[in-house]
């Protein structure tokens, strides 16, 4: 469906582009310190996913090196990716 982003699938520019001009995807990046259930765990609580959201979204980062946990406007992108790496996690916003 065009302009429906999910997580883990690309995003498809062409027909999606201006559903999502001017947002941001908050990445997070797997990293050798934390444990799965700590990640599962600072995703719900900073993005309020479900747990079976949140565990597709560690396991896609562990797996892939990076996940995209959320797309959301500039002003909650900045606020999420500080959230994660307050509990030390590794993430970055990119422009979409």
């Known amino acids: 469906m065009p302009g ?7 995003v498809d520019l062409v ?7 001017g ?16 990640v599962v765990a600072c995703l719900r609580r900073v993005f309020g996913h479900n747990e079976q959201l949140a565990f597709k979204v560690m396991m896609e ?3 892939r090196g990076r996940a ?17 790496q307050s509990f030390g996690l590794t993430a970055a916003i990119e422009a979409i």
Not at 23 to 29: I, K, R, T
Request: negative net charge; without cysteine.
């Open 4 to 10: 429906t982003v999910t997580i883990g699938a690309p």
């Open 15 to 21: 027909d999606g582009a201006a559903g999502l001009s």
């Open 23 to 38: 947002m941001w995807q908050v990445v997070l990046f797997n990293d050798d310190h934390n444990s799965a259930w700590h």
């Open 61 to 63: 980062a562990h797996t």
């Open 68 to 84: 995209i946990a959320e797309v959301e406007d500039k002003p909650k992108a900045q606020l999420h990716k500080d959230q994660l």
